[in-house]
């Protein structure tokens, strides 16, 4: 089972303070780590901006920038000069990052929403995510959009890198629901269904429709979905507003009743493989 940390606004983190961290965890985690990223202005910066910086944030950079940095630590090269040391007690060493494994700078993911960061990603060997949200640059058709995307990512990936590609998608089933939450379920996709008929605002933002219902009824439009057809990974996007036993409900459905029917399988029980 791998650990995944969906996107970091790498605008409010220190790029080597935060490869510290990164590494940490997948040295501790055995090299299951999967940490992903996004750039730009981060969410809520004129109310937490002010708590997290020294001086006026809006002259820093926030842009892609700080991912590279953050990338250049993980891959472990040392600090200073072919000179420069660092004596301890213990012993005198040449400075990097510690601890340092070589695999995460391959499991590192940037999420993306338009073609611009989608090329960047591919240029400098990121691997990409891209969830219900595009910018909607050229198209008026979120599929379309998104394909949009996945073209332009994989025209800039070097050659022979095999670099991962991942979607992501509101998935409500609603089998093991009893009325009342299907109901709620049903209520909660009819609010937001508006949103997905044309590009919003003046960034044309498009949006997927949510899939809410049968877990059969999922599966036939998720095997529809040209985009799914054009990737190997399929990430579940579980809406903010739910309670717990809401998305214990929705996990055991889509784990029994959809994972299975889109070929994927879990590991067997320890005594099967035995």
Same mark, same amino acid.
């Given at each position: 089972?791998?650990?995944?940390?969906?996107?970091?606004?790498?605008?409010?983190?220190?790029?080597?303070?935060?490869?510290?961290?990164?590494?940490?965890?997948?040295?501790?985690?055995?090299?299951?780590?999967?940490?992903?990223?996004?750039?730009?202005?981060?969410?809520?910066?004129?109310?937490?901006?002010?708590?997290?910086?020294?001086?006026?944030?809006?002259?820093?950079?926030?842009?892609?920038?700080?991912?590279?940095?953050?990338?250049?630590?993980?891959?472990?090269?040392?600090?200073?000069?072919?000179?420069?040391?660092?004596?301890?007690?213990?012993?005198?060493?040449?400075?990097?990052?510690?601890?340092?494994?070589?695999?995460?700078?391959?499991?590192?993911?940037?999420?993306?929403?338009?073609?611009?960061?989608?090329?960047?990603?591919?240029?400098?060997?990121?691997?990409?995510?891209?969830?219900?949200?595009?910018?909607?640059?050229?198209?008026?058709?979120?599929?379309?959009?998104?394909?949009?995307?996945? *073209?332009?990512?994989? !025209?800039?990936? &070097?050659?022979?890198?095999? %670099? @991962? /590609?991942?979607?992501? #998608?509101?998935?409500? $089933?609603?089998?093991?629901?009893?009325?009342?939450?299907?109901?709620?379920?049903?209520?909660?996709?009819?609010?937001?269904?508006?949103?997905?008929?044309?590009?919003?605002?003046?960034?044309?933002?498009?949006?997927?429709?949510?899939?809410?219902?049968?877990?059969? *009824?999922?599966?036939? !439009?998720?095997? &529809?979905?040209?985009?799914? %057809? @054009? /990737?190997?990974?399929? #990430?579940?996007?579980? $809406?903010?507003?739910?309670?717990?036993?809401?998305?214990?409900?929705?996990?055991?459905?889509?784990?029994?009743?959809?994972?299975?029917?889109?070929?994927?399988?879990?590991?067997?029980?320890?005594?099967?493989?035995?």
């Amino acid at each position: 089972m791998e650990l995944g940390t969906a996107v970091i606004p790498i605008g409010y983190e220190s790029p080597f303070r935060l490869a510290e961290d990164l590494s940490l965890a997948d040295v501790l985690s055995r090299g299951r780590l999967q940490a992903g990223f996004s750039a730009g202005t981060p969410p809520h910066a004129e109310l937490l901006g002010p708590l997290v910086f020294d001086g006026d944030w809006r002259g820093f950079d926030l842009s892609h920038g700080r991912i590279a940095r953050l990338a250049d630590n993980l891959r472990g090269d040392y600090l200073g000069g072919p000179d420069t040391v660092i004596r301890s007690p213990g012993n005198t060493q040449r400075p990097r990052l510690q601890p340092h494994n070589p695999g995460l700078i391959d499991r590192l993911w940037y999420g993306v929403g338009s073609a611009t960061s989608a090329r960047w990603a591919g240029a400098n060997g990121l691997n990409l995510l891209s969830g219900n949200i595009v910018a909607g640059e050229r198209h008026d058709d979120f599929a379309a959009a998104q394909l949009h995307l996945l *073209e332009e990512y994989r !025209r800039d990936v &070097a050659p022979g890198r095999p %670099a @991962r /590609v991942a979607i992501g #998608r509101v998935i409500v $089933p609603t089998d093991s629901a009893d009325r009342t939450t299907r109901d709620r379920y049903r209520a909660y996709a009819a609010s937001r269904h508006d949103r997905t008929g044309k590009p919003q605002g003046e960034r044309r933002i498009l949006f997927a429709p949510d899939l809410v219902g049968p877990a059969a *009824e999922i599966v036939e !439009r998720l095997t &529809a979905d040209p985009v799914l %057809a @054009r /990737v190997s990974e399929l #990430r579940l996007e579980l $809406p903010y507003e739910f309670r717990r036993d809401d998305y214990e409900q929705i996990l055991h459905d889509t784990v029994r009743l959809i994972a299975p029917a889109l070929g994927r399988r879990g590991a067997a029980p320890a005594a099967a493989r035995a």
